[in-house]
């Protein structure tokens, strides 16, 4: 009985992580094959594979320790480390990072070290959105990943999108649409607030 509740147990864990995966790109948070997904089950994780797709990641999900080296290392997303060092170092129990548009726009658009959303439904989540720097699928920016957060739900990664995590799978997705939406009015109001004071300066003859 036990063995059999076992793999309910599995098989659900890897359903929610499919159906998430499928949300994300719904919404614009990811295109292509970029991306990437995992959820922690005990000392272990579940995570897409490298280069799948998250709207079809069925057959696209590898089980692997949360400490290194382990068998399926090879097959799991080239961010492995950043997912790894953001479960040793803080209590998430999803891990999600996504490449949505205005995300990576807003973390190239300032030299600031962390942006403060516009609307108040995104500053109650994350009254600060920390940006941090590295090269994609390196410790450095597992390590930088991980010490941020600590301290908060998600981060924008320079140039790289959104790493976010959660309580839950929901969380985790939760957070990285958040700070999508965050970053989607920001820039809108910035470019409102431009032409509003090109509209009011006196015309020169």
Do not use: W
Request: proline fraction near 3%; include cysteine.
């Amino acid at each position: 009985m036990d063995a059999a509740c076992d793999v309910m147990r599995a098989a659900n864990d890897v359903a929610e992580l499919i159906r998430y995966g499928k949300k994300m790109a719904e919404r614009g948070l990811v295109s292509a094959h970029a991306g990437n997904i995992s959820k922690r089950i005990g000392n272990s994780m579940l995570i897409s594979t490298h280069g799948s797709m998250l709207d079809e990641l069925e057959g696209k999900i590898v089980q692997v320790s949360i400490e290194a080296p382990s068998p399926l290392d090879h097959l799991a997303s080239s961010e492995l480390a950043m997912h790894r060092a953001i479960y040793r170092q803080t209590g998430a129990m999803a891990v999600f990072h996504g490449h949505g548009r205005s995300s990576i726009i807003e973390s190239l658009n300032t030299e600031a070290a962390h942006i403060v959303p516009e609307d108040s439904e995104s500053a109650h989540y994350l009254p600060i959105i920390p940006i941090i720097e590295g090269k994609f699928g390196t410790e450095e920016l597992g390590h930088a990943a991980a010490m941020s957060l600590k301290e908060h739900r998600g981060a924008l990664i320079r140039g790289h999108g959104v790493v976010t995590r959660g309580h839950s799978v929901e969380e985790a997705y939760a957070m990285l649409a958040v700070i999508e939406q965050a970053c989607h009015i920001r820039y809108h109001l910035a470019l409102s607030r431009m032409l509003s004071r090109h509209r009011d300066e006196p015309c020169r003859s």
